[in-house]
């Protein structure tokens, strides 16, 4: 019995992921499930850079991004069974993961030092400097699609939606940060998911 | 066509912003809504593509080898069935529950839905064995929710220590000096009893757990000896 299910067309245009692509990254984590060590390195080989760099973003510690992605990716290894197609793509499932990882220190972290604030861009560990070159080629079209889209939201919902995804806060914990009222923090948060949505669709 | 309701409980669903019964409760709905479960799907791969804004860094060359060598210390990827053992999971479902502050926890049928949806993924459970013939019989299950810097831990057939003396526990975090003091397990709990614990210090990674004597009342770093360990 087939332990994955297969995404939809819709689905795959949202992260702008191509059919082949998605099917090959369907068909590793496949095998990853079947103990194939090829297979883990060649997902890792292929996604390692984004998720890195969503790790150093979230950590501002290449030490503390590097256990992330070492923690996400075993949790790969030994999860892949739990994959499921109709839920999101496999690149947004190994994204989710990670975050996931990042969280979870980031709470830890954030306990530990009662809420010391670090900067959320470290000119050192996120520069802008683009290394095209780390990326499949099918992500680099997309990447500059995500960086077009999240132009053209509103700077709050951009703001709010950004600090949603790396900064492990609550929607409760974003309010208080931005002096902001929790149901506008939703509403932004909504809204520009949505409008992010329609605009990564559009440009597909 | 999705209302704006229907909308924010699908996007705090893709934030995890859902307490665990709403969520439950949303995963029903996407079970028979088909609208409803492409839409959520688009918006989870949307969030997601948040993280394709910055460029991308290849990692450290070595990291690969290391996240390979931990990868096999933890064996082949579980199978469907055998994703976690089944009397691992009863004696652990209501422990994981409970941590994971599902205060509606039902039954096996929520924890299939909380496992598809990676709640319990955030939990790591741990199985202690003896380490000394004395203590045989003797085993405990941890569950540790490292988000919550919290955990429970079930004893089975432990026997009561010498007079002066107590059980603790220990958490052998590989970032800190020593291992970390998670509490002194109370003498009533010591047959199939559970004990909530919170370690002395925030814990980074919890990778072993282990029980000792220690004179009563507990010590600041073990001293006495471990009778089980188990990750």
């Given at each position: 019995m087939r332990k994955f299910l297969r995404g939809s067309a819709a689905g795959l245009a949202c992260l702008g992921v191509e059919k082949d692509d998605q099917q090959y990254e369907i068909e590793l984590i496949e095998r990853i499930a079947n103990g194939d060590q090829a297979a883990f390195a060649a997902l890792y080989d292929r996604l390692s850079p984004i998720l890195y760099s969503m790790a150093l973003r979230m950590m501002n510690d290449a030490s503390e991004a590097e256990d992330v992605l070492q923690d996400g990716f075993v949790y790969i290894w030994q999860?892949?069974?739990?994959?499921?197609?109709s839920r999101g793509s496999p690149i947004s499932w190994a994204i989710t993961i990670v975050r996931h990882k990042a969280i979870d220190r980031l709470r830890v972290r954030l306990r530990g030092e009662r809420l010391r604030e670090r900067a959320s861009d470290s000119p050192e560990l996120?520069?802008?400097?683009?290394?095209?070159?780390?990326?499949e080629p099918f992500l680099r079209e997309r990447r500059a699609q995500v960086k077009s889209a999240l132009t053209q939201l509103p700077g709050e919902q951009r703001e709010a939606l950004q600090l949603a995804f790396?900064?492990?806060?609550t929607h409760q914990q974003i309010a208080a940060k931005i002096a902001t009222p929790l149901g506008t923090v939703k509403a932004r948060i909504r809204r520009g998911l949505l409008q992010l949505r329609q605009l990564l669709q559009s440009g597909r | 066509m999705i209302d704006e309701t229907r909308q924010q409980i699908a996007t705090d669903y893709v934030l995890g912003e859902l307490p665990p019964a709403e969520a439950i409760a949303f995963e029903k709905e996407l079970a028979t809504d088909e609208e409803l479960r492409e839409f959520t799907r688009e918006l989870k791969d949307g969030f997601a593509?948040?993280?394709?804004e910055k460029p991308p860094v290849r990692p450290d060359p070595g990291l690969f080898s290391r996240i390979l060598r931990r990868a096999n210390a933890g064996g082949r990827p579980r199978s469907k069935i055998l994703s976690f053992l089944p009397w691992a999971l009863a004696a652990c479902f209501a422990l994981a529950a409970l941590i994971a502050g599902l205060d509606d926890f039902h039954g096996k049928q929520e924890v299939a839905e909380l496992n598809r949806r990676d709640v319990i993924a955030h939990l790591q459970i741990a199985s202690l064995r003896a380490q000394i013939d004395a203590y045989t019989n003797s085993s405990a299950i941890v569950v540790w929710n490292a988000a919550r810097q919290r955990g429970l831990i079930r004893l089975q057939d432990l026997p009561r220590a010498e007079a002066g003396h107590d059980y603790q526990l220990w958490i052998i975090d590989p970032t800190k000096k020593a291992p970390v003091s998670a509490g002194v397990v109370p003498p009533?709990?010591?047959?199939a009893g559970e004990v909530e614990f919170q370690p002395a210090h925030p814990i980074t990674t919890a990778a072993k757990f282990a029980l000792s004597i220690e004179k009563a009342g507990g010590s600041m770093e073990p001293q006495g000896q471990i009778i089980l360990v188990g990750d």
């Open positions: 999860r892949a069974n739990t994959f499921d197609g996120a520069s802008d400097k683009d290394d095209q070159s780390a990326l790396f900064s492990g806060l | 593509s948040l993280a394709l009533e709990k010591l047959n």
